[in-house]
């Protein structure tokens, strides 16, 4: 299964800020995973439920995206995208 993908309009803003290796492995690796079993990973609880968690490590860093699944369209938003550090504080402040 593959899914259509979507973006948050704050998505170019969080790759701005990291580092371009990094967002190489992301369009080369990351996101066709989430696209191919967006299921497959971490479901977050409380007032984030419904959204899932990929974590990836590059350069002893750990990076986290954020997105939902529509299983009715097939698509998955991608929501966020970043380092661990207040990544879950930051989510919670821009799904508001």
């Not at 580092?19 to 609880?45: F, M, N």
């Amino acid at each position: 299964m593959s899914c259509n993908d979507e973006y948050h309009p704050k998505i170019k803003s969080d790759l701005k800020k990291l580092d371009k290796s990094v967002i190489r492995d992301i369009h080369a690796t990351h996101l066709d995973r989430i696209l191919r079993q967006p299921l497959a990973y971490e479901r977050l609880r409380g007032n984030l439920e419904g959204i899932f968690s990929y974590h990836f490590r590059k350069h002893g860093v750990e990076h986290r995206i954020a997105y939902s699944v529509n299983e009715t369209q097939n698509t998955v938003l991608f929501l966020m995208i970043g380092v661990r550090e207040s990544f879950y504080e930051i989510l919670t402040r821009r799904m508001k």
